[in-house]
């Protein structure tokens, strides 16, 4: 991240502000920015969990799976041309 900011964000410093403050507030926004997208992350991490683990949709995929593997079982058991 170091080599982010030191590269990158020194292009959209006006030229009239002081670098410091402007530098600190653009890694503030990106700190912010970040805070915000791993905490929509995890909430839809446990949205997701809570949905994967209904009985239902548990039992739907076993039953995926399971025809899968089985397909997959039987491609190598034909006999070949």
């Known amino acids: 991240m170091g080599a982010f900011h030191v590269s990158v964000l020194p292009q959209f410093l006006p030229p009239d502000t002081s670098a410091l403050g402007m530098g600190a507030l653009l890694a503030a926004g990106h700190a912010g920015l970040s ?4 905490t929509l992350l995890i909430v839809g991490a446990v949205v997701v969990r809570r949905w994967l683990q209904r009985p239902r949709v548990d039992r739907a995929i076993e039953g995926t799976t399971g025809l899968v593997l089985i397909g997959l079982g039987l491609r190598p058991a034909r006999p070949s041309r």
Do not use: R, S
């Open 35 to 38: 805070v915000l997208w791993f």
